[in-house]
């Protein structure tokens, strides 16, 4: 059996890894609410302007969106792995690596793949196997639409100017603090939705549906990009928050296992203490 000392300075270091773990807790639950909130209040602007601007694709000349809708053979691919800069965040960054390894293997097996990792984790991990073109970890300093938008522009640009002939995106879609859903996004070329369209959904376009998707498709483009990060920032954070419960609570346990242990330890050496003084009266009489 371990010494006492021992078994304190275990139950002291593990009473300081549970004053960490509970404060990173806490502070990733209250940057969680405020992109909760975030990603909560964009999705039905995000959903509903690619649902009309696919409904729109679907009625439209097929030279109307230029390059943007252009279907090709599929012979190199880019794919924009968002994960996070940190760690101890349980398997968030490890969920989207696998999907990125799983998805080149399934769907492009002998094709050029590369990588544009959004995130420190992601670009660490998949440069080993993969040629990461840029890592923009920077985001998450200042994550807002406008320093996306130069992303999605130039993530455009290089599919405009036949770089890639497809891009994806893979990320960890927010659900609910406890859950996050990996997703595979086509982002180029835009897909158009197949068979009828909704004869219930009537606009009237001004100037023209011509004018406006090409107007829509950019911006179109640039919020799906900031959406996804923003699922990707408030998952990771719901991952955080509940890792750090989880360590918190597995830390709590173990402790108390310790103090059951250090208990019994000192009242056998007490025990011990007691026999010895006993047994050395005993043969003091005789």
Do not use: W
């Amino acid at each position: 059996m371990a010494n006492l000392k021992e078994i304190r300075n275990r139950i002291t270091s593990i009473g300081s890894t549970m004053q960490i773990t509970s404060a990173m807790k806490m502070v990733s639950a209250a940057k969680l609410k405020k992109a909760q909130d975030a990603i909560t209040q964009m999705r039905p602007y995000a959903d509903k302007l690619t649902e009309l601007l696919q409904s729109l694709s679907a009625t439209l000349d097929a030279d109307v969106g230029g390059a943007f809708s252009e279907e090709r053979k599929v012979s190199k691919v880019l794919i924009i792995a968002i994960t996070s800069n940190r760690g101890l965040c349980g398997g968030f960054n490890s969920s989207v690596i696998k999907e990125v390894l799983r998805h080149v293997k399934v769907t492009y097996p002998g094709k050029d793949v590369e990588i544009l990792a959004i995130g420190k984790k992601g670009n660490d991990l998949l440069s080993k196997q993969f040629n990461v073109i840029e890592n923009r970890s920077d985001i998450f300093d200042h994550l807002t639409f406008d320093n996306v938008a130069i992303i999605a522009q130039k993530v455009m640009d290089l599919y405009v100017d036949g770089s890639y002939d497809k891009i994806e995106l893979i990320y960890n879609q927010f659900k609910n603090a406890a859950t996050q859903i990996t997703q595979v996004e086509e982002f180029l070329p835009i897909s158009k939705i197949e068979g009828d369209t909704d004869a219930s959904t009537d606009y009237i376009f001004e100037p023209g549906k011509n004018e406006i998707v090409l107007e829509l498709i950019p911006k179109s483009l640039k919020t799906q990009l900031y959406k996804a990060i923003r699922d990707s920032f408030a998952s990771e954070h719901g991952a955080r928050m509940t890792a750090m419960h989880k360590a918190t609570d597995n830390a709590n346990e173990l402790r108390n296992d310790l103090l059951l242990t250090y208990n019994k330890a000192r009242q056998a050496a007490i025990t011990n203490e007691i026999l010895e003084i006993v047994g050395g009266a005993e043969a003091l009489k005789n």
